[in-house]
Each structure stands twice: as structure tokens, then as C-alpha cells.
């Protein structure tokens, strides 16, 4: 059967990647392809269902559901193509010198195949501990998917030992990563005829000012001396990242959005900085733009939340990933995923570890090569191998 491993890989994810899984549209058509492959194997699926009926995650246990188990955990949303400048098809799979490039195939339709493929091993195993297939949807625009399923999985009468979240490592184990907390401040002032301008209250204006106090903030964490050396930016960060605002040259902004973020390295940083920059801006410009104009003033709304991870390197998972990866080195990096979820929400704790590399992520002609994909199916191999010893 490991002959047959490469053939099926790729047929899954080639399958995977030919559903245009873009976040802000259905993944239920690559959710019922999952469930039918699993079904042609004799294996169930949970499925989580949102709100609107139009997204859900699967839970998956092969082997004895009543014994805690390992999780393998994927997304199946990816990040739009508009305006990128692919050479092909981005959600058709294309194999060149190694390489096989589609929208998805890093990050992460590749570690989901690689674990599908690996689904008929389990089965042939007789598996002691069970592996279990976390698969959420909308991971790009927060990790929002995940929650759900993780609030399920809290309710059941026995919890996973540990979860390996697939994002794209080079197969390296990552024990922790930032959190992030984004906030949009909406910034609502008087629209006037230019030539009046000191009638008026200017949205812009007023928004430069958070602008610059966010900026201000940021240098003062760079500067910081509590580092941590294991991540590549080895601080927390502060932006703002999007602004919107004004109408036309000749009249005086009635309205400004400003979006920013903080990528903190404690747990609870991100918010805890963005929580301190509302309290500024509220008690230091919304008071002079009300005296302005009653009406006025600054709307702040959070529009993403995850926190950080820090799993200690002594832990037993960090030290299981280590040996189903057949290295002894360990690292953390500043992008986020739903390892911190699982275990801020349900306990579990977890590293981050799957094929291919962060820098192809979101790019055009988005590839991952052939050899990081047969690595991670060693690494399921052999987590496999430990799950039959019990």
C-alpha cells in the first residue's frame, strides 16, 4: 500500500483543489466529496454546520471512539485569486519538476489529501489510540470555523491527547505562535463645503491622529526588551493596515475607517494592546470631536480574534511530533493558526507541522513539492505505527 501513497495523494488533492473553496462561498460541495470518499472506506464523519447552513467542518475518529486520541488537523477555505497573475488555472492541479501548483495546495488542501490518503493505513492498523480528522472551513478570515467543532469536542466524554495543526512548516515542528486581535474604528464627523472646512469635523483628520498614536505604540513594543528569540520578528507587532475615508476634494470627510492589528506574544497581548489604544483614542480624541459636534465620535468594532500559542517543549506532544518527524529541533513563527484554539478552548495541546513552506502561501502559482507531501505521509505513517502500539 505506501506504493500506492504517491498516485492517491495526488488524486486527492487534485480533487481538493478543483473546489473553488474561496472563503466567502460554500465549502459544502468539498465537504459531501470528503464524506463520500470517507464513506467508500466504511469510515463516518461528524459534520458541524454554521449558522447560515452554508459552511461545515467534519470530525473524524478512526479507531476506538471512546479512548482519547491524536488529531490531524486541516482548513478546507483558501484565499481568493482575484487579481493575482497565475499561469494556469489556479483550482486546476498542475504537476511540473516536482512541483504541483493550485490555489490551496500549501496552505493546506495538500496536508488534508495527504491525510485522506492515509485513511485506508489506519484502517488496515487496527488502530489502539484513535487518530482523529479535524477539517474546518473559514481559517482565513479568523479561524472560524474551528470553534464550533471545538465547542463539540469539548462536549465528549473523552478528550485528544494532542493535535498537529498541517499548516506549512517544511515539516518543521512549531511550538508557538502570535496571537492577533483586529479592530476597525469608524471615525463619524460633520461634512461641510470645503470652503467652510472649520464648520465642520473632519473624520480624516481626527483618524490621523489614532494613526500615528498606533505607529507611536508600535516602536515603543519593538523596543520592548521581553523578546522572545525563537520567532523570526522576535516581538509583538502594531499596524494599521486599511484605511477608508472622504468623498470628494471639496468637502470636509464626514466619515474615516481605520483598520489595525496587533500580533502579540503572549497569550493575551493582542488584545490587551488593542484594548488600550481604544481606551486612549476614547478618552483622547472622541471628547474633542463631541465638542464639535454632538453626533460625532469614533465606533470601534473587532473584526478578528485568535490567541497565541505557546506549547512548552517539554510537553508530550512536542516531543511525540518530534519523533514522527525524525528531527529534535523546534521553532515558533509569527502567522497565526487554529493550533491556539485547541488549546485555549479545548485543552488539547498542540504544534503546528505539515509540508511546504509559509512563503508560497497566498501567492500566484501557489505550488508545494512532491517530496514535503510523501514527508508528511511518513510522518502520518509513523503516527500511525505509535497509535496501533497504544
Known amino acids: 500500500m505506501p506504493s500506492q501513497r504517491p498516485d492517491r495523494i495526488r488524486t486527492l488533492l487534485a480533487d481538493l483543489v478543483a473546489f473553488d473553496t474561496v472563503s466567502d462561498r460554500s465549502n459544502l460541495p468539498l465537504i459531501d466529496y470528503i464524506e463520500r470518499y470517507l464513506a467508500s472506506l466504511g469510515v463516518s464523519a461528524q459534520r458541524i454546520v454554521d449558522d447560515t447552513g452554508q459552511k461545515a467542518s467534519l470530525w473524524v475518529t478512526v479507531g476506538p471512539a471512546d479512548k482519547p486520541g491524536l488529531v490531524l488537523s486541516g482548513h478546507t477555505d483558501v484565499v481568493p485569486v482575484a487579481g493575482q497573475d497565475w499561469t494556469h488555472n489556479p483550482f486546476e492541479l498542475v504537476e511540473r519538476d516536482g512541483r504541483l501548483y493550485g490555489r490551496g495546495t500549501t496552505d493546506m488542501k495538500g496536508f488534508v489529501a495527504v491525510c485522506l490518503a492515509m485513511v485506508p493505513e489506519m484502517l488496515d492498523a487496527s488502530l489502539a489510540t484513535p487518530i482523529n480528522l479535524a477539517i474546518s472551513y473559514d481559517e482565513e478570515v479568523g479561524c472560524v470555523g474551528v470553534r464550533p467543532m471545538l465547542r463539540e469536542v469539548g462536549r465528549k466524554p473523552v478528550k485528544p491527547l494532542g493535535a498537529f495543526i498541517g499548516e506549512p512548516t517544511q515539516m518543521q515542528v512549531i511550538i508557538g505562535h ?48 521581553e523578546r522572545d528569540s525563537l520567532y523570526d520578528v522576535p516581538h509583538s507587532t502594531l499596524l494599521t493596515s486599511i484605511v477608508h475615508g472622504g468623498a470628494a476634494l471639496n468637502i470636509v470627510p464626514d466619515t474615516c475607517a481605520v483598520e489595525f492589528e496587533c500580533r502579540g506574544i503572549d497569550i493575551s497581548e493582542s488584545r490587551e494592546v488593542t484594548d488600550a489604544i481604544i481606551g486612549w483614542a476614547k478618552a483622547e480624541i472622541e471628547p474633542r470631536m463631541r465638542a464639535r459636534h454632538s453626533e460625532c465620535g469614533i465606533d470601534f468594532e473587532e473584526i478578528l480574534d485568535y490567541p497565541a500559542l505557546d506549547t512548552a517543549a517539554d510537553n508530550p506532544v512536542v516531543t511525540l511530533a518530534k519523533q514522527l518527524a525524525g528531527r529534535n529541533d523546534h521553532a515558533k513563527v509569527a502567522f497565526g493558526t487554529e493550533a491556539g484554539l485547541f488549546d485555549s478552548m479545548a485543552g488539547v495541546p498542540s504544534v503546528v507541522i505539515g509540508p511546504g513552506s509559509i512563503a508560497q502561501a497566498h501567492t500566484p502559482d501557489e505550488f508545494v513539492e512532491m517530496s514535503q507531501l510523501m514527508a508528511c505521509a511518513g510522518f502520518v505513517e509513523r503516527l500511525i505505527a505509535h497509535c496501533a502500539k497504544g
Open 178 to 225: 502570535k496571537g492577533k486581535h483586529g479592530v476597525r474604528a469608524t471615525f463619524r464627523g460633520l461634512a461641510r463645503h470645503s470652503s467652510i472646512a472649520p464648520d465642520g469635523v473632519n473624520a480624516i483628520e481626527y483618524a490621523a491622529e489614532l494613526i500615528v498614536e498606533i505607529r507611536r505604540r508600535a516602536v515603543l513594543l519593538a523596543a520592548k526588551r
